[in-house]
């Protein structure tokens, strides 16, 4: 059955993206496009003919997603959380390399906000890992979604968790990633057709990444969980919309000053 | 395949670019594309990748400048595309008609498939233009598309089609 699960994460993702294109659509009184559109995209993508840069630079797009869906995988069957994040560092280093393994500026310039964005939100990810650890005495998620009161024991780090989804699933104040027409993609702008289409599938595997982080904050109530999930999805969308874009250095700065010593504060409360 | 041509005209993603525009097109395009008139619904994104486009709306009379960015930005989207040209000087040179500095219209450069009248042209229009453009691109192949001048070859490299070449620089004693 899980093996099912892992199998359609992609499309699990997929729909979770459309779904929110049509809710971010609906927070500016926008009818906004269908659910399945990131589907037709897939499909239209498909049709196009491929222009390829190099090839190593091709295979590194591919490399990125398949490490991500593995990682999803870790994630779902239960494996290491410390294990489970080194992964997707493991997947980014691969895009970053891509970035920078071609001669456009812009795919240069994407590569180093792609590098600095895993400097902001990789200490949270970590810490909330040994949150989790100081918690349930384990780094498991099997072992740790049978235990529960996470909500009441880490809030601030849950709060730091938050402030980085947004990181991840490139949503504004911190997009400096994508970056849409200033940096035109950042490091998926040389991919074209079927190459970008891996790309385009591993940014649903992000979601479902990130938020599997705040789903297991819940522990054993999954209840609780699928609210939670919805919750932070919301907030997400509603400051996507309400806020514009900082600097790369500036978000830096923000996650460093607030996510993080937020953090340190919850693992220090914890220990003490 | 025949199977995902049907989605070509569900999911058209846009390259704009300004060739020397007043920026009166620019506004409607935006216009168009934000909450009034949603073009979004239509799966519409404004991507400004060449790479990743379908639908290459360009705007403005090709000014000696940019006609090397725009042969250069079109022969960069993959096949299958559509060229619409938006506003009267982009389809005939409009005001700027016979001026020295100005070529008159884009289709001295590359092939348009759509021509949106008007100074400025309505968003409504625009949104007309690219419901014509997603028919026109629903029956294209997959077939190369040339530029009309700075036109260089495509090169084989080894065993595969190079495109570096396609779109060739202006020579300084031409202008």
Redesign the interface.
Known sequence: MIWVWIALAPILGGLVYGGE?VLR?RM???????VL?PF??M?????????IVHAPHALLGVAHFFVLWFTVAAIFLGWNLLYIVFLHLFAQMLLILAGYSVRSAYSHLGANRELLMLIAYEPILILVAVGFYLQSGSFDIAQIVRGGGYLVQMPLLFVALAMIVPIKVKKSPFDVGEA??EI??GV??????LF?EFLYMSRFLEYIFIYSFVFIFAGVSYGLGAALVAGVFLLVNLVDNATARVRTMHMVKIIYAVALSLSIVNIMWIVL | ?K???A??K??P?ILHYNAGSCNGCDIEILAALG?KF?L????VI????P??S?IFLVTGPVTYRSRERLVELYS?I???KVVIAVGSCTATGGVFRGMYNVEDGIDQYIPVDVYVPGCASTPQLIIDAIVKALEILETKS?E?EKPFKLFGAIAMVGNKLS?LNMATRVKHDEI
Request: without cysteine; positive net charge; aromatic residues 14%.
């Open positions: 294109r659509a500016q009184r926008r009818q906004g496009p269908p559109q037709y995209d499909f239209k993508l498909l049709d196009k003919r491929t222009l849409h027409q035109v993609g998926e702008i040389e991919y074209s057709g970008y | 395949m199977f995902f041509t989605f070509r569900k999911s993603w909450p949603d979004e619904r239509f799966g404004n991507t400004g990748n790479k990743q379908d960069q993959p096949e299958p997959k190369i495109r």
